[in-house]
Structure formats: structure tokens, C-alpha cells
């Protein structure tokens, strides 16, 4: 999205050389931060050792080791299978440093990039990584995967391959300056290993890849054991030294946090992120904790946190029109919810790129003023005059102000009060179900279902199998369901498949909501082709304004720290790191170990 600065320039043979740039590394925030000749990413140890185990738990199940495709539930960890063509620093912001790829080519109209893959690349079962590797797996993904690739990969004209190890992938053009970053993070799959098996299906059989890890032992819906490639043809790369360190990661499933989490306290599981105020608050007082066998922090995270919040499928006519959206969003009340179920831990959303200078403020001034007023006449008049604001209640849970707001919205929109409910012209009440995929989260859904309750709306929650929600999710058979769409610095082709026509009618997309919006679609491709870092923050911050006043969601709250626990077995880099967590550059420290398990089993 913004120009692609490349950091060690050596232009190629005979290819323009005075008008492409060859490098090994590329960042969409200015030159990167690494010289080029870089022995380590800064926050890790290169000399960490390797071996041990680590074991974590995961809320769900799996049934297939193919998680590009909307079939199947694949594990959190499988990625770790496939390398990718560059890597990024988790320490800086949108740059990615050449992995599988040695080079990485960009002309000076950004009309096409290369990338030369290292000859030492190899898959786990001795073949070469080659650029027909690279090309048949962007076509697969493409033609393929979930609607998520054709998205991403939408202002990509064709992939040519030049040699065993040069690919070239050609933009239809030079306005999406993102597409070198998004093409390098892509991973490249075995073609000679999936010829004659159908990527369409779910995979059930040991993938074989060119990662750090490799599928070890597993039993579908239950436990996965990756373990690390002694030979991994990587191991001493710049992007890698210092990282992967474990000999063996296990992921141990389970059907509710509340067993996984007194399955971290019994030690069956070594380190858990921990993502409910009151778990954090109340439940992590035990003995092991003080007698300080396992550790507990808040890292301090900078990173943008994106929105959460209670998603309304539009493409229900419930949801249809904008005053009944902004009418219950307006009930909810997340001050009375933020004292008493979640100790005062978090501040609440109101933008979709909070916590960061992308999100919109006050009222639309500059450039993002110039970009609004062009869908004047489509946009609501408000959102010239006044700033967005979410209601911000006593924290009682007598919302009186905010519910009658809603019920005066709620009547402009045709509904009226009858005999203590809220029904339509026809007498029908308005009744849909919120869905959900952990009980742990009923508490948060109740309260606001009694609010709702109150206007004489008939809300209940339905809470079923991690499985089961990813399945209705994705054919958008839901009324209202927690959705969270994830931001980075650089907002980028991600957009399209969050808010866009599209993806709206894509099943298996992350546009939960089903906006289809002209307006919206138009200032997606404004972020998306901004062709500096001030087009970018006012074309970013015009679309988050017009989706806020929109009222797909009713927003929730964000944190602003990592919450982790874990048992004393491990050794991690003394220097914090942007993302927070950077469990990858941990190490199992056998002493530290020894000495934490012995005390365990002997209960001192």
C-alpha cells in the first residue's frame, strides 16, 4: 500500500538495472530497519538452545491438516509446517526479510516482483523448493482456497516462473503497493506432494513442508505433536537463528476454557494466554503461583487492536436498517459490564483501527474531509457534524437515557411497543439469537440479552462447539455473533474481504456483517491503492469513520497488554518486542526445569 523502500540495493544482470531494486528485505513504513548484512532479528538469543518440550492448549477441536480451505477445522500450530518467502521482524512494523527467498526484485513502477528462492530451500522429504512450487501454490490458493486468497491476491494479473528458482508475479497495476509484502508472506506448498490428492478436501494425511516443524504424532479432535527438523535446511538463516527452539510443541484440545484452564494449574499444560478479565483476575491465585512455579505478566503490547463486537448479519431483514443497528448497540452497556465482570481491565472500542493514529477522531477535517465529501449526499449528515460517540453510561445497569434513545430510533424504524413487547406493523415481535462458541463469553451475552429484554425484544443466546460455530459462520447462518477483525499498521487488500461487496456474498469470508456498500467499496480501494503514508492515514481513517457510523457492530473493548502464565521451565530474551509475546524466540531451560518439576512432583 505505501512505496515499497528496499534495503540493500544491488541491481540485477541485465533486467533495467537502473530502474529495479534487488534486496533482501522490504518494508511499506520506509526503509527497513535491518542493515542488510543483519546476523539475528535484535530481540532474540541467537545462541538460545535447542530441545525440550512445550506443551499448550487450545479451545476446540481439528479434523484436517489443510487450513486453506473452508473445509475442515485445522489446528492453531500447523502452519508452522510451510515456510513463507520472507519473515517478519516481530520488532518492526510491516517489513518482511527474504526466507525462503535470497532476493527480492521490485521496479520502480511496481508493476511486478520477483523473488530468487535460496538453493539450499528444501522440503522435509529432500526436494528442492523450486519457483514452480512457488507459482502452483499462489494458483492453488487462488482458484482453491478460501475466499480470503482471492481477495488478497485480487490486483494480481499472473505468475510467470524464470528459471528453477526465479518467480515473477505480475500486477494488473502499480497502484496496490502492498502486493510485494502480502505475496512474500505467502506460504509455498510441495506441488510434487499434493499431485493426485484434492486440495479441495480436507487432508488427513502428514503434510510434508519445509518449515522448522514437522507433523509428529496426532489424534484428530484431541492432541497435536509437532516436532522441530533436525536437518531444517534453515536453521542458520538470519531469520531464523535464535528461534524455534523447542524440540517438540504439543497442543493439547479441549471442549471449554474451563477445563483448559485446570489443566494448566495440574501442569498438563505449561503456558496459557489468558483472554478473560475475571479468569485473570480471580483464578490464577493457586499454590504453584505462590510458590512461584508459575509465572504470571502483563507484557505491554504496541500493536493496533482492531475491533470485537457483537456482529449483525445484515443479509437478515432484521438488521437491515441502520436505526435498529444504532438502537442495539446503544443498550449495551459496557460500563456497568467493565466493573462488574471485568475488574476495570479494559477500555472500550470506538474505532475499528483503535490504538492506533489510523483511527478516526472528532470530525473529518483535510484530506479526509476532501475523501467523505465526494459521497456527501450518500453518507449520513451527522457524520459532518458530529464526532462518533458511544454511549457512556453510570455503570448501574439502569441504562434509562440510552434505552429510551433506542426506542425512539426503534419507532422511526417501524417498531412500537405492544403489550411489553416490541413488534413490527404486523405484530410480530423482533426476536433473533446471539451466537457463541465459548460459555465463558454468557456472561457478557445475558446482561446484555436482559437489557434488550427490557425494550421488549426477544433475545437468546444459543452457544455451541467451536466446530459448529465455524460451520454456521461461514455460511452466515447467524443473526448477531462475536466477530473481531484485526488491524495492522499498513491497512491493506485485508479490507477487502473485512467490508467489501464481494466478500459479502463469499462463503467462508471475514465479512461477517455482510456490508455492501458503494460508499465503503470505494474507500477500500482508496486505502488500498493511497500512494503515500498521508493518503493512507486519511483514506484509513475516512473508512473507519463511515464504518463506525454505519452501526454494523456493537463494539466491545481491547486491552493493551499480553496476559500470560506459565509454568518456570523457560528461558526467554531479556529485550521486550513490539508484538508483546514472542513465544517463538523462548527456550526450554533444563535447569530452570528440573528444578520447577521436582518441586512439583514432591509438592515443596
Known amino acids: 500500500m505505501l512505496a515499497v523502500a528496499i534495503g540493500c540495493a544491488a541491481p540485477p544482470h541485465a533486467r533495467a538495472a537502473d530502474e529495479v531494486t534487488r534486496a533482501v528485505g522490504i518494508s511499506l513504513m520506509g526503509k527497513p530497519a535491518l542493515p542488510p548484512d543483519f546476523k539475528n532479528f535484535p530481540y532474540v538469543n541467537p545462541d538460545a538452545p535447542k530441545g525440550g518440550e512445550i506443551t499448550l492448549g487450545a479451545v476446540g477441536t481439528f479434523d484436517s491438516f489443510n487450513p486453506f480451505i473452508v473445509r475442515g477445522t485445522a489446528p492453531t500450530d500447523i502452519s508452522r509446517v510451510w515456510d513463507t518467502l ?36 528444501r522440503f522435509s522429504d529432500g526436494k528442492p523448493v523450486t519457483a514452480e512450487d512457488v507459482a502452483w501454490t499462489f494458483d492453488t490458493l487462488r482458484e482453491h482456497g478460501k475466499p480470503f486468497y482471492r481477495q488478497y491476491y485480487a490486483d494480481v494479473k499472473d505468475v510467470a516462473t524464470d528459471g528453477p528458482r526465479r518467480v515473477v508475479f505480475h500486477f494488473k497495476s502499480g497502484g496496490n503497493r502492498e502486493l510485494p509484502m502480502i505475496l512474500g508472506q505467502m506460504p509455498v506448498l510441495p506441488k510434487h506432494w499434493f499431485a493426485g490428492r484434492d486440495f479441495t478436501r480436507p487432508l488427513t494425511d502428514k503434510p510434508v513442508g519445509s518449515g522448522a516443524y514437522e507433523v509428529d504424532s496426532y489424534e484428530f479432535g484431541r492432541t497435536l505433536t509437532l516436532s522441530r527438523v533436525r536437518d531444517w535446511w534453515a536453521k542458520d538463516l538470519p531469520t531464523a ?38 479468569e485473570w483476575a480471580t483464578a490464577y491465585d493457586f499454590p504453584a503461583v505462590r510458590k512461584g512455579w508459575v ?43 467493565n466493573a462488574n465482570l471485568f475488574y476495570g481491565a479494559y477500555a472500550r472500542t470506538d474505532s475499528y483501527f483503535s490504538n492506533s493514529e489510523l483511527a478516526s477522531t472528532g470530525l473529518p477535517t483535510g484530506d479526509e474531509l476532501a475523501l467523505l465529501e465526494k459521497f456527501r449526499d450518500k453518507l449520513p449528515p451527522d457524520l459532518f457534524t458530529q464526532p462518533f460517540k458511544l454511549p457512556v453510561t453510570d455503570g448501574s445497569g439502569n441504562n434509562r437515557r440510552e434505552a429510551m434513545r433506542a426506542l425512539k430510533l426503534l419507532e422511526a424504524a417501524g417498531w412500537s411497543v405492544k403489550s411489553q413487547k416490541l413488534v413490527n406493523a404486523e405484530g410480530q415481535q423482533m426476536s433473533f439469537e446471539i451466537l457463541l462458541d465459548s460459555p465463558s463469553f454468557e456472561r457478557v451475552a445475558l446482561p446484555y440479552v436482559q437489557w434488550l429484554g427490557r425494550l421488549g425484544i426477544d433475545a437468546h443466546v444459543r452457544t455451541v462447539d467451536p466446530a459448529q460455530y465455524q ?115 523462548w527456550w526450554y531451560d533444563k535447569a530452570r526445569a528440573e528444578a520447577t518439576i521436582a518441586a512439583r512432583n514432591g509438592g515443596n
Not at 517478519?88 to 521496479?107: F, K, Q, R, S, T
Open 241 to 278: 537463528r535464535g528461534l524455534d527452539n523447542f524440540d517438540r510443541r504439543r497442543t493439547e484440545y479441549f471442549r471449554d476454557s474451563t477445563v483448559a484452564l485446570e489443566a494448566f494449574k495440574a501442569g498438563k499444560v505449561d503456558l496459557r494466554q489468558e483472554n478473560i478479565a475475571k
Open 86 to 121: 520472507t519473515r517478519a521482524n516481530a520488532d518492526e512494523a510491516e517489513a518482511g526479510y527474504g526466507h525462503l527467498a535470497e532476493w527480492i526484485e521490485v521496479p520502480a513502477d511496481n508493476t511486478w516482483v520477483a523473488f530468487v528462492l535460496r538453493p539450499q530451500a
Open 471 to 585: 460451520r454456521l459462520t461461514d455460511a452466515f447462518d447467524f443473526d448477531m455473533a462475536i466477530a473481531s477483525f484485526g488491524q495492522s499498521d499498513s491497512p491493506g487488500n485485508e479490507q477487502l474481504g473485512y467490508w467489501t461487496c464481494r466478500s459479502a456474498k463469499a462463503e467462508g469470508s471475514d465479512n461477517l456483517m455482510g456490508v455492501c456498500d458503494p460508499v465503503v467499496d470505494a474507500l477500500v480501494d482508496e486505502v488500498i491503492n493511497a500512494r503515500d503514508r498521508a493518503r493512507l492515514v486519511a483514506a484509513t481513517r475516512a473508512l473507519d469513520r463511515v464504518l463506525l457510523w454505519r452501526w454494523y457492530l456493537v463494539p466491545h473493548w481491547h486491552l493493551q497488554n499480553v496476559r500470560v502464565a506459565w509454568w518456570d521451565l523457560f528461558g526467554r530474551p531479556a529485550q521486550k518486542v513490539r508484538i508483546g509475546l514472542a513465544l517463538d524466540s
Open 295 to 337: 509465572k504470571k505478566e502483563e507484557i505491554r503490547h504496541f500493536m493496533p487492536t482492531g475491533m470485537q463486537g457483537f456482529a449483525m448479519n445484515t443479509r437478515r431483514k432484521l438488521f437491515a436498517d441502520v436505526r435498529v443497528r444504532e438502537a442495539l448497540a446503544l443498550v449495551f452497556d459496557f460500563e456497568w459490564a
